[in-house]
């Protein structure tokens, strides 16, 4: 139906273009009178055509609605169907694939070992490969490696040479100065020896002024220290009478002390004998007291006890009931 309608769409389309190309192909030259019906001939066809178009369109319509409604009849069958295939493969998927597992499972040894010797093979043609291309390579790397150590030896002469032309003559200016303080360095030391020799020739001279100044320091604090004792010697005799005094009473005193300590010592047993008699005197009151006191406590006590008794008793009555 489809192919109908564009069938009839592309006739009335054929038609009207070969109207307008043929009202296009007329001479300018000929007559408004022949143009004219002509045209009204194209117009009064061209209603009629638009109707067939129409009708073509409303059959193609109904066809497809037909299609559709067969199609939606059709459509249950359909799916009855396919669950029955869907069944069936599902019934059939797990047989297929225990089937699938087991030939995996008894291929899967010489899969690996085929895999393995494969591997060992490519690894075998590639070492030998690197090794070919490895020897093949050597020559000239052994080659380009001793040109470009030449090359950097050669380089690295030139820049020391540069180097050192470049700094001569800061070098020559270094010997100058090294030499300069050389000189200054031997007239220093010379000076040091004349000197030495000067002071050596003078030693003798110098020794003996020191030693007469040293014997007349010493016997001037010789004469100073006898006057300062020949000028202490009265208090000096004082001193020594007010020490034998305070040695004399110190003595005293020791022995003032030695008396004290015998008379304690004597005394002694006496004073242990009072104090355990006090010590025992003040234990058999305090026992007295504490006996008294819990005589007096003692009904008090008991009064307690038989009320806490019969509490007791009256609560595991309560609960046997």
């Known amino acids: 139906m489809k192919k109908l309608t564009l069938l009839a769409l592309s006739a009335v389309f054929g038609l009207s273009s070969a109207a307008g190309?043929?009202?296009d192909a007329t001479p300018a030259s000929a007559p408004?009178?022949?143009?004219?019906?002509?045209?009204?001939?194209?117009?009064?066809?061209?209603?009629?055509?638009?109707?067939?178009?129409?009708?073509?369109?409303?059959?193609?319509?109904?066809a497809q609605k037909a299609q559709a409604a067969k199609a939606d009849a059709s459509a249950p069958a359909k799916k009855a169907e396919k669950k029955k295939v869907g069944v069936k493969k599902h019934a059939s998927a797990p047989a297929a694939q225990k089937a699938q597992a087991a030939k995996a499972d008894a291929s899967a040894p010489k899969a690996k070992k085929a895999h393995k010797h494969a591997a060992k093979k490519h690894e075998a043609s590639a070492q030998k490969a690197q090794a070919a291309k490895a020897d093949a390579s050597a020559p000239k790397a052994k080659k380009a490696h001793k040109h470009a150590a030449k090359k950097h030896e050669a380089s690295a002469q030139?820049?020391?040479?540069?180097?050192?032309?470049?700094?001569?003559p800061a070098a020559k200016k270094a010997d100058k100065q090294h030499g300069k303080k050389h000189v200054?360095?031997?007239?220093?030391?010379?000076?040091?020896?004349?000197?030495?020799?000067?002071?050596?020739?003078?030693?003798?001279?110098?020794?003996?002024?020191?030693?007469?100044?040293?014997?007349?320091?010493e016997a001037s604090a010789q004469k100073a220290q006898a006057a300062k004792a020949e000028a202490s010697a009265p208090a000096a005799k004082?001193?020594?009478?007010?020490?034998?005094?305070?040695?004399?009473?110190k003595k005293e005193a020791s022995a003032a002390q030695k008396a004290q300590a015998a008379k304690a010592d004597a005394s002694a047993p006496k004073a242990k004998k009072a104090h355990k008699h006090a010590a025992k005197k003040h234990e058999a009151s305090a026992q007295k007291a504490q006996t008294a006191k819990a005589d007096a406590s003692a009904p008090a006590a008991k009064k307690t006890h038989k009320h806490h008794g019969k509490k007791q008793h009256k609560a595991a009555a309560s609960a046997a009931k």
């Not at 143009?35 to 409303?58: D, N, R, S, T, Y």
């Not at 030139?158 to 001569?168: F, I, P, R, T, V």
């Open 158 to 168: 030139k820049a020391q040479a540069a180097k050192a032309e470049a700094s001569a």
């Open 184 to 217: 200054a360095k031997k007239e220093a030391s010379a000076a040091q020896k004349a000197q030495a020799a000067k002071a050596d020739a003078s030693a003798p001279k110098a020794k003996k002024a020191h030693k007469h100044a040293a014997k007349k320091h």
């Open 238 to 249: 004082k001193a020594d009478k007010q020490h034998g005094k305070k040695h004399v009473a």
């Open 32 to 62: 408004a009178a022949k143009v004219a019906p002509a045209a009204k001939k194209a117009e009064k066809k061209a209603p009629a055509k638009i109707h067939h178009a129409k009708k073509a369109e409303k059959v193609t319509a109904s």
């Open 21 to 23: 190309f043929a009202a």
